[in-house]
Nanobody
Framework: QVQLVESGGGLVQAGGSLRLSCAAS????????MGWFRQAPGKEREFVAG????????YYGDDVKGRFTISRDNAKNTVYLQMNSLKPEDTAVYYC????????????????????WGQGTQVTVSS
């Protein structure tokens, strides 16, 4: 079992930046990939970014390309999401997720690809 704890959310003005962190604990030795999703009120959960922990390959949703950067620190079992040039439409609860072992090609933007989820952290961008 892997537990995930997100942190770093908050209120920021449009154009500002935030960095989210997701710390994994428990049975982390086989973790294969991690991802960030977000969900705004009344909307479906949306893929934001993903990373393969071994080789560092990254994936991004179309809405955040060029503004957000996902990175990892494998020694700390932590994944980060650096969010720059934030917009009011980025307002959502941001969730971290982990795929705990390799089982073939990853479709990083599909929630069912992930095995465990964090509780989420609120990001609010004011105009």
């Amino acid at each position: 079992q892997v537990q995930l704890v997100e942190s770093g959310g908050g209120l920021v003005q449009a154009g500002g930046s935030l960095r989210l962190s997701c710390a994994a604990s428990g049975r982390t030795f086989s973790n294969y990939a991690m991802g960030w999703f977000r969900q705004a009120p009344g909307k479906e959960r949306e893929f934001v970014a993903g990373i393969v922990l071994g080789n560092g390959r990254t994936y991004y949703g179309d809405d955040v390309k060029g503004r957000f950067t996902i990175s990892r620190d494998n020694a700390k079992n932590t994944v980060y999401l650096q969010m720059n040039s934030l917009k009011p439409e980025d307002t959502a609860v941001y969730y971290c997720a982990v795929r705990t072992y390799f089982r073939g090609t990853l479709s990083p933007n599909t929630p069912n690809e992930y095995d465990s989820w964090g509780q989420g952290t609120q990001v609010t961008v004011s105009s």
